[in-house]
């Protein structure tokens, strides 16, 4: 087996390849300029002052890298690499796509290649092979500097406006100087939000043994969000857990398709979506977020299916639920049945089903007569009449409160 040569000494057409890469670094600068403006074209986006400075300038170095750990017959170095790397993070910050910037070191390396090797001949096919396994080890080592710097950066900068946007959210539900926090995080506060307090279903995956469950909550509410992002763009603010949370919506001028945007996200997720919404200036988002909360915890009380619903849709359950000595009094009327929890199931599924006792009897696997005597048992323990107007009405409005204060 023939032993590779230094790196000093690897000669192509009788001149050492460092030397030719040394003497002919003007051209071959310009060369690689050019051919990236032709084959990339995000390159030739660029401002003529930012090719001509900082791209060249980033190319001259690589070059230079290249012919000194030849010369040297080594890889490259830490300062080296440092240099590549900080190139990438200024075309992170100036938000150039990463593939374009590799492909450029890939178009950079075929131009060293064919300076390097242009006079070779027949009898420099070893040294021009080794030459060659050079090269494509500087591309490696040079791609993994730019991949690095790059999303270092990106992950620096996606932190960044992460920890914005939950200080901006945070300042618009607990109170503060909006405004000033907006400003100094970059970001345009919209004239109103859509405010939604959601209840997300659990997914399949949560209760699968074989996934974890972590896993599963965190792909769910990527999912969801994104959704919205897809509908509002980049302007959603939320915090949300696995069983839900807080979702503000910017609002660019009116729209009566909320309802299917939700749905679109439940189905995104996989999951079922039970939301509170009303509509705040930022300056109101507080105010309405708690009262959004509440209308939530209504809807829960009572049992609503999945959907998006307005403080209008539930105006009665909502003030019947409201704490207070009549509160109180209306759930504490419902305690002599806190020692017979069937006639509790009875009664809620009787009110459930529009006071049907033959479908109640359905539910609950009785006969109709078995519901006729529990809801006697009711009147009996309660005072109240079920099957009476008023009766109904007062135990109506007893559920509810009783569902309020022992949710």
């Known amino acids: 087996m023939t032993e590779h040569k230094c790196g000093g000494d690897l000669t192509l057409g009788g001149q050492r390849v460092h030397e030719r890469l040394t003497r002919e670094e003007p051209e071959l600068i310009a060369r690689v300029l050019r051919r990236i403006q032709e084959e990339v074209s995000d390159y030739r986006r660029l401002p003529v ?14 070059v230079r890298a290249f012919a000194r750990s030849l010369r040297e017959d080594r ?19 100036e938000g150039f796509p990463l593939e374009a910037v590799l492909t450029a070191y890939h178009v950079g390396a075929r131009e060293i290649f064919a300076v390097g090797s242009a006079s070779s001949g027949s009898a420099d096919v070893a040294d021009l092979l080794d030459v060659a396994d050079r090269v494509l080890a500087f591309v490696g080592t040079v791609t993994g500097a730019v991949t690095r710097g790059y999303l270092e950066e990106l992950r620096t900068k996606v932190g960044q406006e992460h920890t914005a946007r ?13 405004d000033v926090v907006a400003r100094s995080a970059g970001i345009t506060l919209p004239a109103r939000y859509l405010v939604l307090s959601v209840e997300l279903g659990p997914h399949a995956d949560e ?9 599963a909550v965190r792909r769910k509410l990527r999912r969801f969000l994104a959704a919205f992002e897809h509908a509002c ?40 979506v039970l939301a509170a919404a009303e509509t705040a200036a930022p300056a109101e988002v507080r105010e309405v977020a708690a009262q959004t909360g509440e209308v939530l915890d209504v809807l829960r009380w009572f049992g609503r299916p999945p959907g998006l ?37 009875t009664l809620e599924t009787y009110l459930a089903l529009d006071t049907n ?31 009476h107007p008023t009766g109904l009405a007062r135990l109506t409005a007893a559920t509810a409160a009783r569902r309020a204060t022992h949710p």
């Open 49 to 62: 002052e930012e090719l001509t400075g900082d791209i060249a300038g980033i190319t001259r170095q690589a």
């Open 75 to 93: 890889e490259l170095n830490a300062a080296e690499l440092r240099e590549v790397g900080a190139s990438a993070v200024r075309r992170a910050e």
């Open 166 to 178: 939950r200080t901006l959210l945070s300042v618009l539900v607990d109170g503060g100087p909006v």
């Open 207 to 215: 209760e699968s043994p074989e996934v974890d469950a972590e896993i």
């Open 233 to 272: 763009g980049d302007g959603v603010l939320a915090s949300l857990d696995g069983p839900g949370g807080l979702v503000l919506l910017p609002l660019a001028g009116r729209r009566s398709d909320w309802p299917a945007v939700l749905d679109a996200a439940g189905r995104a997720a996989g999951v079922t």
């Open 309 to 345: 619903y307005h403080l209008d849709d539930v105006l009665v359950e909502y003030q019947l639920t409201r704490p207070g000595a009549a509160r109180d009094r209306l759930a504490a009327a419902l305690e002599p049945l806190d020692a017979h929890p069937e006639l509790v199931e």
């Open 357 to 387: 006792r033959r479908r109640a009897a359905a539910r609950l696997h009785v006969h109709p007569n078995t519901v006729d005597y529990r809801l006697r048992r009711v009147r009996d323990l309660t005072g109240i009449d079920p099957l």
